[in-house]
């Protein structure tokens, strides 16, 4: 039933910055975890960011440092701001809300590529 717009995917050199965008149809942030997560050639999908309905965030390791998960109530929008990218950065990243409960409820976005080439 919820919709995730993604945007902001793209092509950049090695040292560049990308933010991605993630905008649900609904306002699902108070119950929510929203999360961006990639899938790279050959590779299995992979968590890189997630921040939970009360703020708390979590990166994978190789990402730390490097990229920004943030949201913005007022524009019902999740961030994703990627700085130093590097080639293995390069993926389809997809944005993901999730509700933990008796049954699970979780959405998932389009997907976005990027791609961190010279």
């Known amino acids: 039933q919820v919709q995730l717009v993604e945007s902001g995917g793209g092509l950049v050199q090695p040292g560049g910055s990308l933010r991605l965008s993630c905008a649900p149809s609904?306002?699902?942030?108070?119950?929510?975890?929203m999360g961006w997560y990639r899938q790279a050639p050959g590779k299995e999908r992979e968590l890189v960011a997630e921040?939970?309905?009360?703020?708390?965030?979590n990166y994978v390791d190789s990402v730390k440092g490097r990229f920004t998960i943030s949201k913005d109530n007022a524009k019902n929008t999740v961030y994703l701001q990627m700085n130093s990218l590097k080639p293995e950065d390069t993926a389809v990243y997809y944005c993901?809300?999730?509700?933990?409960?008796?049954?699970?409820?979780?959405?998932w976005g389009q997907g976005t590529q990027v791609t961190v080439s010279s």
């Open positions: 993901n809300a999730k509700r933990m409960g008796v049954i699970q409820t979780e959405y």
């Open positions: 921040i939970t309905s009360a703020g708390s965030t």
């Open positions: 609904a306002r699902i942030f108070s119950i929510f975890t």
